[in-house]
């Protein structure tokens, strides 16, 4: 194990453990504050992960809502971004081990940031993964705009008629504000991107069920909201299944199970799984070591300073974070991670650890778009939707989205999108347009290793 | 096998074998005739293969210049286009096979344009593909954005000097337009781009090497330009090898072989290909069956009115001709497929097939970017270079980009990139920010399968 990048510094020394928003908001909350911060990221991009089913269905390019977290750090010269895997935590010797391609580097640090965010839970059922992708990263979004499109394109090759419904039915799984969008938004794709552009298929036919498994959509945004959106998405054309329960999926379809304890298979080639997170296994570590207890979905029950028990230099917060009435969307992690570096940099300055104010949540609201020109919002008490809704969302995302030509680059991508019909990143891979299933890919590449090896 | 799509009609069948300039050429100028288009290409897009380096560098997004093929088509009624690798033509019963999926589909014609293109060539050296990807697919472009902006990651983490120098190391092989424009933008992206991004390693040291095995760089433009460009080349810090062919090709790096005779290994990470080209193996199928010959590089010898021996109805259009004079360019295939389409057009409107006026190419000129604000274009016997070229550069790209949204989003990425020097598509996945080379990739998932087999 080694250390590169580490000039000797007497600094105080911040190690902040991923780039969503928690961790790149700390790290640019100690700017000005004399300590070295290394952010140690998974990916080398920070994910403005509400705009990742816009990336899924061709509306904007990966680049508009995944800027290099190096380039936004850029000028502040006392932050290194370093790409790695976080593997383990060592809360007795302060320091955090993490693996690129083979190699483990081990960096310590004097305060530590835990925002390494959620995945996609299947909740036990992970073999559900290959054939219903989450929509968590880049990688996911650019896998399942390869299955949509990739289905239409092999439907207007079959000739078989069952086939070719299973091929034009898209099921997303979970209502939650991810799932209300996909399923919006293939909805649209299916009826205004695509319409007229095959001849053996109308594309207009494919039918997209919504299946959610509490009794409305958006349940943290209360019954009229759930219900306006569902209203919305039924008038698009998509299937809203409530108190309906996935007991299983497999390559050709899946098997829901409703409330009086019937069940049902539907038979679709394309599943979105967007049904619920599991925070990051850093956790456990956490976890194993402090004592810590975890919630359900994994993650830190952290103490009213968002640190752990025994650690008060040890902050997590994001996804990762469990602190009642905090929702895991993008204004927890921010407020979380401003809060974290306020207290690192208070504390330099010398304030007493003893009289932290306990993190307080603001909530800002939040939102959903349904199609376009339709969204639902809840601001305190006020729940509003439809167009004004709409705008509200259209002005806050382009407002948080990094970078000013990002900006101008989207605002471009949904004036086509919205006014001309028309979306300009439908691109796929050649990879992806020829993708059998990843076993499917496993089978065939183990039998080609198998062949190389008995030749060699 | 079946043929699907295929509603029985009276009416001339025209088969197109590829999405590129020739074939989506050769299916718009029918637009008004009275036959049945299909087209059948192994990509879903329209690739405008001339900004495909800006893909891999970083400037634009895949949507901005792989639009999906059908949505160009959509209102051309008479068209239909189809996802599949064309695996075999039979000239006799005048059918294409094609396969998507595991299905394979026989879709007779009546008349037949191949126009499937050409691929990167390792001269039989295929084992060098692995570790120097080339340059002719939207997968190529994705894998070398990866494979850049990955090399500059590990190097920041690398604490072994000859380790870095290597990561450091960029090797372009080929100086043709394609390998220029490499070259010059890899040495952009590490100047300006990155310039500041990193704290352990300092990206302006990269070292970019282009090795050409020809006397000067792009051979085709003459001496004066492929001065122009390689002065233009060094003077941003690019090594230039002329006279210097590579014999070998490993993960660490590549042997070059100079005139007279020495060698020298040169160690690099990160290596590209783009120094030859060999046609679609259609041509050899075509071959075998009409006999036509074929060149070193794997082109169709067609016949004057680019139809093959014994086969009038059959033609080979774009980078699958071997025609003289005419280049592997755009140009040669827009023309050639517009040519062929005008034929089918004149012959069913009852022209005498034996007075077939031969195929004659217009040379437009041709040109290659240098860096931001430098070109070099030779149009006819005028040759000139710098500012002025780059400028008839930019213009002639810019009407050339299928679709107006298109062009505003790319000339807005352009601004961005030339005058505020960043870049707005400098993201990769998690797959590739970890990409280990895809033979460890195939080992470990090979072992992992003969786990699964031994478990279950």
């Not at 299973?166 to 991810?178: A, E, I, Q, S």
């Not at 938004?185 to 919504?210: K, M």
């Not at 639902?376 to 004004?388: D, H, R, S």
């Not at 691109?427 to 059998?436: L, S």
């Amino acid at each position: 194990m080694s250390h590169p990048g580490a000039t000797p510094s007497d600094r105080h020394k911040v190690v902040i453990i991923g780039s969503g928003f928690g961790g790149l908001t700390a790290a640019k909350k100690l700017k000005r504050a004399d300590v070295d911060v290394k952010l140690i990221a998974k990916t080398t991009h920070h994910l403005f992960q509400p705009l990742l089913y816009q990336v899924a269905t061709g509306i904007i390019s990966e680049g508009e809502i995944a800027p290099p977290t190096r380039l936004i750090l850029r000028k502040q010269r006392n932050a290194q971004v370093l790409l790695g895997e976080v593997t383990h935590i060592d809360l007795e010797h302060q320091t955090v081990d993490s693996v690129l391609l083979g190699h483990t580097y081990r960096t310590p640090y004097d305060s530590l940031i835990v925002a390494a965010g959620a995945g996609q839970s299947y909740f036990g059922n992970d073999h559900f993964a290959e054939w219903a992708p989450g929509m968590k990263t880049i990688d996911d979004a650019l896998e399942l705009r390869g299955r949509i499109l990739g289905a239409f394109e092999q439907a207007e090759r079959s000739s078989d008629p069952v086939r070719r419904s299973k091929l034009l039915t898209f099921v997303v799984v979970g209502g939650g504000p991810t799932g209300v969008e996909m399923a919006g938004q293939i909805a649209e794709l299916a009826d205004d991107t695509l319409r007229g552009a095959f001849r053996h298929i109308d594309p207009t036919e494919a039918h997209v069920i919504l299946v959610e498994g509490a009794g409305q959509l958006l349940p943290p945004m209360g019954p009229k909201l759930g219900k306006k959106a569902q209203n919305r998405l039924e008038k698009m054309g998509v299937e809203v299944q409530l108190n309906a329960m996935v007991t299983d999926v497999d390559r050709n379809g899946l098997v829901v199970k409703y409330q009086d304890g019937s069940t049902k298979r539907i038979e679709a080639a394309c599943k979105v799984w967007s049904a619920g997170v599991s925070a990051s296994p850093l956790g456990r570590d956490l976890a194993k070591q402090s004592g810590v207890e975890l919630d359900r979905a994994g993650r830190v029950k952290v103490l009213p300073d968002l640190s752990i028990p025994g650690h008060p230099n040890v902050f997590v917060v994001g996804d990762m974070m469990a602190v009642d009435g905090v929702p895991g969307q993008a204004q927890g992690a921010i407020q979380g991670g401003k809060y974290a570096a306020n207290i690192i940099k208070a504390e330099l300055g010398g304030a007493d650890p003893a009289t932290r104010e306990p993190f307080s949540y603001f909530d800002k609201g939040s939102m959903a778009t349904v199609s376009k020109h339709s969204a639902v919002a809840k601001i305190g008490k006020l729940e509003f939707g439809g167009y004004i809704a709409w705008l509200a969302w259209l002005f806050l995302h382009l407002i948080y989205l990094v970078g000013f030509k990002t900006k101008i680059a989207t605002l471009l991508s949904w004036a086509t999108t919205f006014l001309a019909r028309q979306r300009g990143q439908l691109t796929i891979t050649e990879q992806q347009a020829f993708a059998r299933t990843r076993l499917e890919q496993l089978e065939e590449i183990a039998a080609a290793v198998e062949g190389e090896k008995a030749a060699s």
